[in-house]
């Protein structure tokens, strides 16, 4: 019997856990993102992923909106977690520095006059 991509998703990246607070249904869908990301597999639409979960018994209590017991695991929730919890931060550009703060970029000769002073050869 094949199973479906929903399947393996659930294999390997849902843990059953009763002392895990439990997941949201966003959790999850940003999980399934990660998970077909890495594999390289297209990802279903979120209405399609939530029947695909109340198919496998996969649905969230209506008082906290968790589905209880379950937890993120594997690589897929490794990757969701960091993307998640810490932004791409942006490197600031040369151009927008206007404070000379000695530091050279590699490759480049200091101006005259700027930067740290060099020390007399011996």
């Known amino acids: 019997m094949l ?13 059953r856990n009763q ?3 439990g997941l949201t249904l966003e959790e999850l869908y940003g999980l399934y993102l990660s998970w077909c990301s890495l594999r390289r597999t297209p990802a279903a639409p979120a209405r399609t992923f939530r029947a695909g979960l109340r198919a496998a ?12 017991g379950l937890a993120m695991t594997g690589p ?6 960091l993307h998640r919890e810490l932004p ?4 600031p550009q040369e151009s927008q520095s206007s404070v000379d703060d000695g530091i050279t970029p590699i490759g480049r000769k200091p101006a005259e006059g700027n930067g740290p002073a060099a020390a007399p050869a011996a």
Do not use: M, W
């Open 76 to 81: 897929a929730a490794c990757n969701y977690i």
């Open 57 to 68: 018994n996969i649905q969230p209590d209506r008082h906290r909106g968790l589905c209880t």
């Open 3 to 15: 199973k479906s991509p929903l399947h393996e998703f659930v294999n390997d990246c849902i843990a």
């Open 88 to 91: 791409l931060a942006t490197l």
């Open 19 to 21: 002392d895990a607070d």
